[in-house]
């Protein structure tokens, strides 16, 4: 993309440091799904071990894995109401870290449930992202997993000559970016020069004019699309494995009549946008050095959300 927009100093932060792996922000760690109530998981967000489970009231917690009486791991205890109970001696902790008839207090995360994703947060006392509005309705994918580092796949959203080259797109306007320091946004809009048959559907849809907003929130990525008669969105949380990456994501679309179909058919056309990406990122070692100005933007903004050493 010629258009440079600016660098956005006001950051200050050193060009050269690499990309934090696990920038301050929420991770969407599972789908909502897959934790019903009464479930125990372990998970590994940075260098935290924790446990998340769901009560029999169906709040989401999220506890240090190791218990604050002797340390057993919570993964092998079990839901009694609305407590984690341990294995080992049977103390029991509530989803704010709480412990019943005890003074310790266990470690607990923020959990939120957000277009049917489960985030957990690590260090930004913020809300965690959405999309869309209170008017759309939501569905989901089976997480996807992949072997490149997130990095990579969140530069691929905001790279925009890839726009043309992988997904047939031409910029009808120069792409605007923003940011407020917790997140980092980028407006474009295109039309389809594509003729495959999502390219034709969406070209169909859109009246050949397609408006995007996308938001970075450390390793959740937005993604808000107006195509005029309607909008549609996706949210796309990316855990670092270590393999590469897990891929949680939701789409999003106006209620309304025939909102199953729709919810189906923007599913398929995010779907099939991102399995373009896929195929090609795959194994990919992300330069950042690379001579793109909406870049570098990025890897500034994601530099700046470098977590404290604890
Ligand atoms: S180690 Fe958990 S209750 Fe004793
Ligand atoms: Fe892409």
Redesign the pocket.
């Given at each position: 993309m010629s258009e440079a927009p600016e660098r956005l100093a006001s950051l200050a932060v050193p060009a050269r440091l690499p990309l934090p792996d696990w920038p301050l922000g929420w991770y969407a760690v599972a789908r909502s799904d897959d934790l019903p109530r009464g479930a125990v998981r372990r998970l590994t967000l940075a260098d935290e071990e924790i446990v998340l489970f769901r009560t029999a009231g169906g709040v989401p917690g999220a506890l240090d894995a190791f218990?604050p009486?002797?340390?057993?791991h919570l993964a092998h205890g079990r839901v009694t109401g609305e407590h984690l109970q341990?294995a080992?001696?049977?103390?029991r902790i509530g989803v704010d870290g709480g412990i019943v008839d005890q003074s310790p207090r266990a470690r607990a995360w923020p959990v939120r449930e957000v277009h049917g994703l489960v985030m957990i947060e690590l260090g930004a006392g913020a809300e965690p992202p959405v999309a869309g509005d209170d008017s759309f309705g939501w569905t989901g994918i089976a997480p996807l997993d992949i072997a490149v580092s997130w990095h990579a796949l969140m530069a691929n959203a905001f790279d925009m000559p890839h726009l043309c080259t992988v997904h047939h797109r031409a910029l009808l306007a120069p792409p605007e970016i923003s940011h407020d320091g917790r997140a980092f946004s980028l407006r474009y809009v295109s039309r389809v020069t594509g003729t495959g048959l999502s390219d034709r559907v969406m070209q169909r849809l859109s009246g050949d004019r397609i408006d995007v907003r996308l938001t970075c929130h450390g390793s959740v990525l937005v993604v808000e699309t107006d195509l005029g008669f309607t909008r549609t969105a996706a949210i796309v949380g990316m855990v670092p494995t270590e393999q590469g990456t897990r891929l949680n994501a939701a789409f999003g679309v106006r209620r309304g009549p025939l909102l199953g179909l729709r919810l189906a058919l923007t599913r398929w056309l995010f779907g099939a946008f991102l399995r373009r990406d896929l195929g090609i990122v795959e194994g990919m070692r992300l330069r950042t050095d690379v001579d793109d100005a909406t870049l570098q933007a990025l890897f500034d903004f994601l530099r700046s959300r470098r977590r404290p050493r604890r």
């Open positions: 218990c009486h002797m340390g057993a341990c080992l001696h049977c103390w």
